[in-house]
């Protein structure tokens, strides 16, 4: 017999290293990937609120300038009475617009009329005529411009409007719009957000220490550019240190940690930056590189046991050979070997109990898992309910009285959840009761209606051909279609779309069909979505256990559950039970 080839330490070791690597690595780029699409995520968000933000007062010069009052002082600029009541419009039009700042400049730049004209840091008599927002307008008819006020001080969006008199004369209505606020609200995401200029400068950002820091080193041209403008009048942009360490790379956070960027195109010319700090990402790289370390290590060293107990064997066989002539040696030693195997025997007969004990404790933590999950649907459902019962009982008593017994109905189906619990120790499957099928499907779109309304789609029940009885536990089944059409609306929330409920029948069995217009299940996903706490919802939205739930409790039933995805798009969630015939009493 030849005896296995013996590994080196340094074999050992090599092994144990190139585990180490892979998992590392593959960690790394599993926290990338999660890492891109939370950046992803927060910059479609960061965009939106700027476009909100920013759209909001686009039409305010246009409109404010179409003001008799703006085109007498545009008329008649030296007359103090016609200057007077501009400047009234115009500060009575940002107390009730919101804005910052609205002034009024003339064909040279110089300012009219303005909104601060009774602060000390008025506009009226400064002359803008070098800002690119004043350019822009005279030429093109309106413009935008973002910059540091040189009179103010202050960081604000400027959008302007051109004035066209009939009888010749032309001005210019600014408005100044303070994104102050929105930087507040990044300053408290678990990611920094920051919005960058043509050149590359953050005038926005979440971490102040960002805030007119260049991505990368300003050209001299750009430089230029912005001292003439006096775009951020009152810093040094010009000396700032860029904050990338390598073009495209990560970005330099506030603290000195590095962090992964993600970049998204923005208005005229912007970017809308978003970070997240990598060293989670590699702290979990190599906790995972660590822990594969170990269990390369286990898996060789019980290699080199069991090699070591093959040479064990070979051993005693030899020595079996040498010691046939010595029978009261042998029959003591076949005497030791018996009372071993005894006790061996014994030690898995306990180990078995064991791990019989140990698997049902681990199907009761599913379990529990499974009740939490089920007792948060209609928590949420008691709590809409109870809330607009709430509201009607201001006005409307009955109604909200059917709205609090709605909500008892509700208690009631957690309780018999948690009965359910209580029996699971003495394997009981279940009581079953021979029922109709329509009354439990609209008991259960009745419960999804709070969720429906929340979605703003009605879920549709086909008309059934023919009444239908089954032989299952009504509860369950009732929370297998809730189950499902919870996960419908879901899919078409945001979307509009439809959700149909759909009956067949035949001789033997009962298909339930919800059917939904969302986006659909990927490929990879399908066969995946009946697996406990897996789910494709964001993360903190589900455990993952509402279809392995349904699908082990129409297994109970003898039935089954499938999910498929139709050509047109869309998911369609089975549930086939066995029917009751109708002449069986």
Request: proline content about 5%; hydrophobic content about 45%; glycine content about 8%.
């Amino acid at each position: 017999m030849t005896p296995p080839r013996r590994l080196s330490p340094s074999v050992m070791l090599l092994l144990v290293g190139l585990c180490a690597l892979s998992a590392g690595w593959a960690a790394w780029l599993l926290s990338q990937r999660d890492m891109a699409a939370r950046l992803d995520q927060s910059l479609i968000l960061t965009r939106r609120a700027l476009e909100t933000e920013i759209e909001r007062f686009r039409y305010l010069p246009r409109v404010a300038g179409e003001d008799a009052r703006i085109r007498d002082v545009l008329a008649r600029p030296d007359d103090p009475a016609r200057v007077q009541a501009a400047n009234l419009y115009l500060e009575s039009v940002v107390r009730h617009s919101g804005a910052s700042h609205l002034y009024l400049l003339d064909a040279h730049g110089l300012t009219l009329a303005a909104s601060n004209w009774n602060m000390a840091e008025t506009f009226v008599g400064s002359n803008y005529s070098f800002r690119p927002y004043f350019r822009d307008a005279m030429a093109r008819g309106q413009g935008d411009f973002y910059a540091i006020g040189v009179t103010t001080l202050t960081p604000g969006y400027f959008l302007s409007a051109r004035v066209d008199l009939s009888g010749g004369g032309v001005g210019v209505l600014v408005v100044k719009v303070d994104l102050g606020p929105l930087q507040a609200t990044w300053n408290a995401a678990e990611q920094d957000t920051a919005v960058v200029d043509a050149d590359g400068v953050v005038f926005l950002a979440s971490d102040p220490a960002w805030l007119y820091h260049p991505l990368s080193a300003l050209s001299a041209e750009a430089v230029a550019r912005l001292q003439a403008e006096q775009t951020y009048f009152g810093t040094q942009v010009e000396t700032a240190a860029p904050l990338l360490r390598r073009p495209g790379g990560w970005i330099s956070g506030g603290d000195g940690q590095s962090m992964a960027i993600r970049r998204a195109d923005f208005g005229p010319g912007w970017q809308v930056v978003a970070a997240l700090p990598v060293r989670p990402a590699l702290l979990a790289a190599l906790l995972w590189a660590a822990l594969s370390a170990l269990l390369a290590a286990t898996l060789l060293g019980w290699l080199k046991i069991q090699r070591q107990r093959r040479a064990l064997i070979a051993l005693r066989l030899h020595q079996s050979t040498m010691l046939e002539r010595r029978v009261a040696e042998r029959t003591e030693a076949l005497a030791h070997e018996i009372e071993a195997r005894r006790k061996t025997e014994a030690d898995l007969r306990a180990t078995q109990e064991t791990l019989i004990h140990a698997e049902k404790m681990a199907a009761l933590g599913r379990m529990s898992a499974a009740i939490v999950h089920e007792i948060s649907q209609p928590l949420s459902a008691m709590e809409a309910t109870l809330v607009t019962a709430a509201m009607l009982a201001e006005t409307l008593a009955p109604e909200a009285a059917k709205r609090i017994e709605t909500a008892r109905n509700l208690i009631r189906r957690m309780q018999r959840t948690t009965r359910r619990l209580k029996g699971f120790s003495r394997k009981e499957s279940g009581q079953l009761e021979v029922i109709d099928l329509q009354p439990v499907i609209e008991s259960a779109l009745e419960l999804v209606q709070p969720r429906a309304r929340a979605v703003g789609v009605t879920p549709v029940l086909q008309p059934m051909a023919a009444p239908c009885r089954l032989r299952v536990g009504r509860v369950r089944l009732e929370q297998v279609l809730v189950n499902l059409l919870l996960n419908a609306l879901d899919a078409v929330e945001g979307r509009g779309g439809q959700v149909r409920v759909e009956v067949s029948q035949t001789p033997a069995h009962v298909c339930i069909a919800v059917r939904d217009d969302g986006p659909g299940i990927a490929p990879d996903d399908l066969a995946r979505v009946a697996e406990p706490f897996f789910t494709t919802k964001a993360s903190g939205e589900g455990l993952g256990l509402g279809l392995a739930i349904s699908q082990e409790i129409l297994s109970e039933f003898g039935g089954s559950l499938h999910i498929a995805v139709p050509e047109g798009g869309g998911v369609v969630a089975t549930a086939c039970l066995p029917r009751i015939p109708p002449e069986e009493p």
